[in-house]
Nanobody, 118 residues
Framework: QVQLVESGGGLVQAGGSLRLSCAASGRTFSTDAMGWFRQAPGKEREFVAK????????YYADSVKDRFTISRDVAKRTVYLQMNSLKPEDTAVYYC???????????WGQGTQVTVPS
């Protein structure tokens, strides 16, 4: 089993920045990628960004490209999401997820709230 614990959410004014962290723990840790998703009130959960654990290749949703940066610390089993130029439409609960081999996005964190008032 793998546990994911997110931190770093909060309230920030439009144009501001936040950095989310997600630490993975557990006896067995094997993953193809880690990523971030978000869910705004009344909307479905959507993909935000992911990073390939081995190569470090990064992928972003168009809505966050050039504003958000995903990174990882392999030794710490931690993934980060640096969010800059935040907009009210970025308001959502942000979830960290782990994509183990053979099982798409099997593990999820509890979520952390990001609020950008309009």
């Amino acid at each position: 089993q793998v546990q994911l614990v997110e931190s770093g959410g909060g309230l920030v004014q439009a144009g501001g920045s936040l950095r989310l962290s997600c630490a993975a723990s557990g006896r067995t840790f094997s993953t193809d990628a880690m990523g971030w998703f978000r869910q705004a009130p009344g909307k479905e959960r959507e993909f935000v960004a992911k990073i390939n654990w081995t190569s470090g290749s990064k992928y972003y949703a168009d809505s966050v490209k050039d504003r958000f940066t995903i990174s990882r610390d392999v030794a710490k089993r931690t993934v980060y999401l640096q969010m800059n130029s935040l907009k009210p439409e970025d308001t959502a609960v942000y979830y960290c997820a782990l994509d183990p081999p053979g099982s798409s996005w099997k593990y999820w964190g509890q979520g952390t709230q990001v609020t950008v008032p309009s």
